[in-house]
């Protein structure tokens, strides 16, 4: 009996080391990574295979570097850009973030309701109309908040994800492209541009960019970090911690761009939304692996929604130093209001890309700020001592932040182009 229980014992707390990754890779894997993703996979291949790996390396660094400066100063990223830049700068953050989240949580879900509805079509004729999905997965996130609790949302989650890796893995091994086609996917190179195609590879890499390289994730990476209570004497935890997230950010990103590379494209079938690939992938993998990609997708939804409606409530705790007890009213109405934003898409049968525009804006011009601030807060000596950033250390921020804004500025005129 005593054996079980230390067992069962060391298996939690073996697992309470990855929750914070998991937590990141749930927030990071959404049905916009889906979409982008299987977008890339389907129109070049896996030609752009080398983008993924070059912004989970870039995720991997500033994880760490957020991380580090928290467990040496032991002040979160919002606090400190409130304390030592100006409180302007924490107050930009939490608009544009929250601007986001408000966008991706009503994109998000309409995303999740479309491709629900759509797969139903399999069982029931004229399928379940997707409002009635949309309020079931609404309820379903709303519920586990209202526990309040960061660990049971960690669990809660790790189940999700854990169910989301597995659907994308195995379908990695049902639609596999060539092995010669994945090893020249990682050599850089930018593709032709398809003859049926009017916009080139570029805006692709930055939406692959912008939704790997993420600004909020680093944010709250920050506040999971002292929540964790990490030190510096924890570093070697948190950077297996952060390899963790990141090796499975990228094995699942490169399944779901797979999926689409194995079917989609050698077909020249194109893919323009999400629930395309369940309506294209039948007569070309079979419904067993629609079946599987469908759960990847509705998982990769759902677990995104946990920390999209829990934003706000975590920046205002960041921001003022406050306990993040999340069973207070005012927080219980703010993730309300904001959970409800996913049924605004099926109701009014809007357009998910559409609504989603305004979040990709805001998201295009944080991360060379997300950039900067750290370059800035990681050289001040009177906050670092003997572990700000060294030469190498800056280099390489120099030029993930010359990235950024590349990436930022094709963003931006993609979003411009979608609007006019």
């Given at each position: 009996m005593n054996k079980t229980k230390n067992l069962k014992a060391k298996?939690?707390?073996?697992?309470?080391?990855?929750?914070?990754?998991?937590?990141?890779?749930?927030?990071?894997?959404?049905?916009?990574?889906?979409?982008?993703?299987?977008?890339?996979?389907?129109?070049?291949?896996?030609?752009?295979?080398?983008?993924?790996?070059?912004?989970?390396?870039?995720?991997?660094?500033?994880?760490?570097?957020?991380?580090?400066?928290?467990?040496?100063?032991?002040?979160?990223?919002?606090?400190?850009?409130?304390?030592?830049?100006?409180?302007?700068?924490?107050?930009?953050?939490?608009?544009?973030?929250?601007?986001?989240?408000?966008?991706?949580?009503?994109?998000?879900?309409?995303?999740?309701?479309?491709?629900?509805?759509?797969?139903?079509?399999?069982?029931?004729?004229?399928?379940?109309?997707?409002?009635?999905?949309?309020?079931?997965?609404?309820?379903?996130?709303?519920?586990?908040?209202?526990?309040?609790?960061?660990?049971?949302?960690?669990?809660?989650?790790?189940?999700?994800?854990?169910?989301?890796?597995?659907?994308?893995?195995?379908?990695?091994?049902?639609?596999?492209?060539?092995?010669?086609?994945?090893?020249?996917?990682?050599?850089?190179?930018?593709?032709?541009?398809?003859?049926?195609?009017?916009?080139?590879?570029?805006?692709v890499i930055a939406s692959l960019v912008g939704t790997t390289v993420f600004s909020g994730l680093f944010i709250i990476r920050t506040t999971l970090v002292k929540e964790a209570g990490w030190s510096i004497a924890d570093a070697k935890t948190q950077r297996r911690d952060a390899i963790v997230s990141v090796s499975l950010m990228f094995i699942i990103s490169m399944s779901i761009m797979a999926a689409a590379a194995g079917t989609l494209f050698p077909a020249n079938l194109g893919l323009t939304k999400a629930s395309q690939m369940i309506e294209l992938l039948e007569p070309l993998a079979g419904s067993m692996a629609v079946a599987i990609f469908a759960i990847g997708i509705i998982s990769a939804g759902v677990s995104s929604q946990f920390p999209n409606v829990l934003m706000l409530p975590w920046l205002l705790c960041d921001y003022n130093q406050s306990p993040r007890e999340m069973k207070l009213p005012k927080y219980r109405i703010i993730v309300l209001l904001i959970s409800l934003l996913g049924l605004v898409v099926p109701i009014f049968d809007a357009p998910p890309v559409f609504v989603m525009i305004i979040s990709q804006a805001f998201n295009a011009v944080i991360l060379p700020v997300t950039v900067a601030c750290i370059l800035y807060l990681g050289n001040r000596k009177d906050l670092m001592d003997k572990y700000r950033f060294n030469t190498s250390t800056n280099s390489i921020l120099v030029l993930i932040l010359a990235f950024s804004i590349f990436t930022s500025t094709i963003g931006i005129k993609g979003v411009l182009q979608l609007i006019a």
């Open positions: 298996i939690s707390r073996g697992l309470a080391l990855f929750l914070p990754g998991i937590f990141l890779l749930g927030f990071n894997i959404g049905t916009g990574s889906v979409t982008s993703m299987a977008k890339a996979g389907a129109t070049y291949g896996m030609s752009l295979l080398w983008t993924i790996i070059a912004s989970c390396l870039a995720t991997y660094f500033m994880i760490n570097l957020y991380s580090r400066y928290t467990m040496v100063t032991g002040e979160t990223a919002l606090h400190a850009f409130r304390k030592h830049i100006h409180p302007a700068v924490g107050i930009f953050f939490i608009v544009a973030l929250t601007a986001g989240v408000m966008g991706s949580v009503m994109g998000v879900m309409g995303i999740v309701a479309d491709i629900s509805h759509v797969w139903s079509k399999s069982f029931i004729a004229d399928g379940i109309p997707a409002t009635y999905f949309a309020a079931f997965f609404v309820s379903l996130v709303y519920i586990i908040f209202w526990n309040g609790e960061t660990q049971f949302f960690e669990r809660a989650l790790a189940v999700i994800v854990a169910v989301m890796s597995v659907s994308f893995l195995v379908n990695f091994f049902i639609l596999t492209p060539p092995l010669s086609e994945i090893l020249n996917g990682l050599i850089p190179n930018v593709p032709a541009i398809p003859d049926d195609l009017d916009k080139g590879p570029y805006l």
